[in-house]
């Protein structure tokens, strides 16, 4: 079965470019969550989407950082303009939501971002 | 507001020896979940076990084992018989309730670094 599909794996660019990472969720699953780790903040929760709705964003840094999911199969993550402060790693997961209860979540392999 | 220790930052074994990481949350929350995901060195993160509030039995998984005291809000993770494959950053978590009304919110702690050695 495939996993969650993130792309690109890398990314450096220079400070002021746009930036835009892509999540493919596991089929099926109804809820999508994007996270950043940095070696001082460790994995922080930046948005969730359930059933293809934002739910929770108060994560998201600022008004740089947008993220859209226009289907059940594909999610963004964008910064505009991108800074040497968004390096980290940028994950992706997905779950199954039930009522109340949320089965876990799966990780996909991450994006490495580097802005110079 | 929840919070999960790992007081642990770096373990390092030797093949073949049983090693325990440690896991304390705090929440105010009846209804929770514990996590444990493993991240090895090529990135990813990858899901162990997940455990709800009112389930307290220990659980075994081949060499993995998991030890929920409710008591002392712990739920530590042991490896028996360690292997170098093992080696890797290991995360505890425990989900919330977010804002968005179910338990889909994690914590993550700050991780404990396992080198298992030659």
């Known amino acids: 079965d495939a996993g969650v599909i993130q792309s690109p794996r890398h990314e450096v660019t220079e400070m002021g470019q746009e930036v835009t990472l892509r999540c493919k969720p596991i089929?099926?699953?109804?809820?999508l969550f994007w996270y950043r780790q940095t070696m001082m903040r460790g994995l922080e929760l930046l948005i969730y989407?359930?059933?293809?709705?934002?739910?929770?964003d108060s994560g998201m840094p600022e008004d740089r950082f947008s993220a859209k999911m226009p289907n059940a199969s594909f999610s963004t993550l964008k910064i505009q303009p991108s800074e040497p402060r968004d390096s980290a790693v940028y994950f992706c997961?997905?779950?199954?939501?039930?009522?109340?209860?949320?089965?876990?979540?799966?990780f996909g392999d991450g994006t490495r971002l580097s802005i110079l | 507001a929840q919070k999960v220790t790992q007081a642990q930052t770096e373990i390092s074994v030797v093949e073949k020896e049983d090693v325990t990481l440690d896991c304390v949350y705090e929440?105010?929350?009846?209804?929770?979940?514990l996590f444990w995901y493993k991240q090895p060195p090529s990135g990813e993160l990858v899901f162990l076990i997940r455990?709800?509030?009112?389930?307290?039995q220990n659980e075994i998984s081949g060499r993995y084992s998991w030890n929920f005291q409710k008591s002392t809000s712990s739920f530590n993770f042991t490896i028996t018989a360690s292997q170098v494959v093992d080696s890797a950053v290991y995360f505890c978590?425990?989900?919330?309730?977010?804002?968005?009304?179910?338990?889909?919110?994690?914590?993550f702690g700050k991780g404990t670094l396992l080198t298992v050695n030659p």
């Open positions: 089929s099926g699953h109804n809820s």
């Open positions: 455990r709800n509030s009112f389930d307290e």
């Open positions: 978590a425990l989900s919330e309730q977010g804002s968005g009304g179910s338990n889909y919110k994690l914590t």
């Open positions: 997961a997905s779950s199954l939501a039930t009522g109340p209860s949320n089965q876990p979540q799966h």
């Open positions: 929440t105010r929350d009846t209804t929770y979940y």
């Open positions: 989407f359930n059933n293809n709705v934002p739910i929770d």
